[in-house]
């Protein structure tokens, strides 16, 4: 149950934690700082959401990666 809660207190989009940047709860308002990432599953998810066909597109769709020799092409 403890775990469950503490991962309702992390962001899903940063992973931090609001009191991680509230000097008043004990954080930094500096503790993280940037950098810059590409990840190549994600540019590939990207550039697949232009060229969904229109039949497999919508609300709801996700477009996933499957590994290469697991893929069996639906009809």
């Not at 609300?59 to 990666?65: D, F, H, R, T």
Request: net charge negative; aromatic share 8%; with cysteine.
């Amino acid at each position: 149950m403890a775990w469950a809660e503490w991962q309702r207190s992390v962001c899903p989009e940063c992973c931090t934690r609001l009191e991680e940047w509230d000097r008043t709860r004990g954080g930094d308002p500096h503790a993280y700082v940037t950098d810059t990432l590409r990840c190549p599953g994600c540019e590939l998810i990207s550039q697949e959401r232009d060229h969904v066909p229109q039949d497999r597109s919508g609300y709801g769709v996700k477009i996933q990666l499957v590994a290469r020799d697991q893929y069996a092409p639906r009809p």
